[in-house]
């Protein structure tokens, strides 16, 4: 039997004093691994599996469509309590049937189709199945580090709508992350570009496209969606090869079932292009009882390859208050661009709009104001720094004044009319003052238009101030699918623009 898991335990270095333990990591390596099935009248807490060494895997098999639930558990121990007699798991199958004996693997079966592969402690983990998981759908992608998603799924009787469930192994000790993430720079053409993708909606699964419309509004038969918008995603990225994309919130869709599942896909064709991304979150990415909350989804997306995602400060109201540095190109440590990320919350009960969104916190403008007065100090400081600054702020929600029906377009169009909150706290007034240029958001699906609010006095302009405000078109498959480009030339102060892109026919 595989030893019991004990609480990860902090070593202090030989070289360390007393009073400054310098933290050890403890490795863990799977030693087996098991489904087990209830009925609806049987909690999984009641498993006889014992709790020091078998850890659930938070998330049911049958995706809460079944009367029974299945749980996967796998067996956990601490790589410096290993003994040799100790089996590890080394390799796992799924719906293949039992190997051929005479190859001298020890093959072992497993309910739902799985096969487990285990040896003895050899000394090291290095080939070992150290962590596992589970992701849904024929369609789910694992764009972590070390990761790999199996093909076959595992036998489970689910009905047939239901997403498949897989599982995806890690092996060997993980790869630490670098503590320095690179720098955004501006290109030596002294561009940069920006694509702001919003309203994804993915789902756990394939999902369906519905009410979808081709270009000259004629409409479409019903298709799979989230392989579609994928697609779409991966053609704007290898036309516009930007050097950031920017995720404006609703990445998922409200009252799915598995949260993971649905982020990873729409990341992944980023991360395949090795692209850097940040996020902000929308009103749906955490509704529904099952979905992840938007403090574990941010923490998912921080941890993955090329995310400048971050939680931001514990006492701002929302999750990802953060902002982003683009500097001239190397080795120049001059910032010419700061990007700012703003969480815009979500939908709260109201007598007043129906619905009714959290407007943009104080302390989130608060925040706001003294990082960006901070970073302008820091600017000035440097007495060769005569450059043109560029801001930018994105957030989901749109903002009180993007309702304006005064409103001169630029481009694109307002199809639809402006959901936000229906309380102003004055963020409009607070990004003018601070001269951030633009604003991006998402949240309305098919407006797209973007405008120039002129004779504005920013607190530090020497001349009128123009805040440009803007969408980026829902994203999924059926909508009217369109990204926003924003491009900025750092040789001229008006070398700003946006445009957006529609597919092709």
Avoid at 355 to 372: A, G
Avoid at 393 to 400: D, E, G, K, R, T
Wanted: proline content about 8%; some cysteine; overall charge negative.
């Amino acid at each position: 039997m595989p030893r019991a898991l004990k609480s990860p335990r902090v070593f202090p270095s030989k070289t360390a004093t007393s009073s400054t333990p310098t933290p050890v990591i403890v490795h863990q390596v799977v030693t087996d691994l098991t489904i087990c099935i209830f009925s609806t009248t049987v909690s999984p807490s009641a498993s006889e599996l014992d709790p020091r060494i078998w850890h659930r895997i938070e998330k049911e098999l049958y995706l809460y469509t079944s009367q029974q639930s299945a749980w996967l558990y796998v067996a956990l121990a601490n790589e410096e309590e290993l003994a040799a007699e100790d089996l590890l798991v080394m390799d796992i199958r799924v719906g293949e049937p039992s190997p051929n004996p005479s190859s001298g693997h020890s093959w072992e079966s497993r309910p739902g189709g799985i096969w487990v592969l285990r040896s003895k402690f050899s000394g090291k983990i290095d080939q070992a199945v150290t962590e596992v998981d589970v992701l849904f759908g024929m369609d789910a992608v694992d764009p972590r580090p070390q990761w790999a998603l199996m093909r076959s799924s595992l036998q489970l009787d689910a009905q047939p709508k239901v997403p498949v469930a897989r599982l995806s192994l890690h092996h060997g000790r993980a790869k630490p992350r670098p503590d320095a993430r690179a720098a955004l720079r501006v290109r030596e053409d002294g561009k940069f570009k920006i694509v702001q993708i919003s309203d994804t909606h993915m789902v756990t699964g394939v999902g369906v496209c519905k009410d979808a419309i081709d270009a000259l509004g004629n409409n479409l038969p019903e298709s799979e969606a989230d392989p579609l918008t994928v697609d779409f995603i991966g053609k704007i990225l290898d036309v516009e090869k930007p050097d950031l994309v920017i995720f404006t919130g609703d990445q998922l869709h409200h009252d799915i079932p598995d949260s993971q599942s649905a982020l990873f896909k729409v990341v992944a064709p980023i991360i395949e292009r090795s692209i850097p991304f940040a996020a902000v979150l929308g009103n749906h990415d955490s509704e529904g009882i099952h979905a992840l909350s938007r403090t574990a989804q941010m923490s998912k997306l921080q941890k993955l390859p090329f995310s400048l995602c971050e939680s931001g400060p514990e006492k701002v109201d929302g999750i990802g208050n953060f902002c982003l540095q683009v500097l001239a190109p190397a080795p120049s440590q001059l910032p010419l661009s700061t990007l700012y990320l703003l969480d815009s919350h979500g939908q709260i009960p109201s007598k007043i709009h129906n619905p009714d969104y959290d407007p943009i916190k104080q302390s989130q403008i608060d925040w706001f104001t003294n990082t960006s007065r901070a970073q302008r100090s820091a600017r000035e400081k440097d007495d060769n720094d005569n450059r043109f600054h560029l801001s930018l702020a994105f957030l989901h929600i749109p903002l009180p004044e993007f309702g304006d029906r005064h409103l001169s377009i630029r481009n694109g169009h307002r199809r639809e009319p402006t959901e936000g909150p229906s309380f102003n706290s004055h963020f409009y007034d607070a990004l003018v003052k601070e001269g951030i240029s633009a604003l991006g958001c998402g949240h309305d699906h098919v407006n797209d238009f973007a405008v120039c609010c002129h004779n504005q006095r920013s607190r530090m302009a020497k001349k009128p101030f123009s805040l440009a405000l803007g969408y980026a078109m829902e994203v999924a498959v059926g909508s009217g699918d369109i990204a926003r480009m924003a491009e900025s030339d750092f040789t001229d102060e008006r070398g700003f623009g946006n445009s957006i892109r529609v597919p092709g026919p």
